[in-house]
């Protein structure tokens, strides 16, 4: 990035991306990426990308894709933190556009958690 310009670029096209807020988000599922300087150094950038495009390619019109400062868990990041309607959160970590993939395929599409990748996971 060598300029303002180019950052407002980056800003409008990823907007363009990423299903915003609507009137009622009651019904919606809110995917949550954490992007404070440690996600981004960490890799969060793709991973908000890929969840973006995959949530468009799947037509989930009720995902919300959106991103957020600091989530706390630094030494976990890229974190991404799913919520659903009437369920608890699910903070998945240590994020990277293939596990975005599954992600999306599977919690998003399919109903399924991927505990693997989740905090509570013994396979951290």
Do not use: F, W
């Not at 992007?35 to 799947?58: F, H, W, Y």
């Not at 894709?65 to 699910?90: A, D, F, H, N």
């Not at 994020?95 to 399924?112: F, I, S, W, Y």
């Amino acid at each position: 990035m060598k300029s303002l310009a180019e950052l407002k670029a980056i800003r409008d096209r990823m907007q363009s991306q990423m299903n915003l807020r609507d009137d009622d988000d009651s019904k919606n599922i809110r995917v949550v990426v954490g992007m404070a300087t440690c996600g981004i150094a960490s890799g969060a950038r793709p991973v908000l990308n890929r969840l973006a495009e995959d949530v468009q390619k799947e037509n989930l019109t009720n995902v919300r894709v959106t991103q957020t400062g600091c989530i706390g868990l630094c030494q976990y990041e890229p974190i991404v933190e799913v919520y659903e309607p009437g369920k608890e959160k699910v903070t998945y970590v240590l994020m990277n556009p293939e596990k975005a993939d599954e992600v999306v395929e599977q919690h998003l599409v399919r109903g399924n958690v991927l505990h693997k990748y989740t905090l509570n996971s013994t396979n951290l």
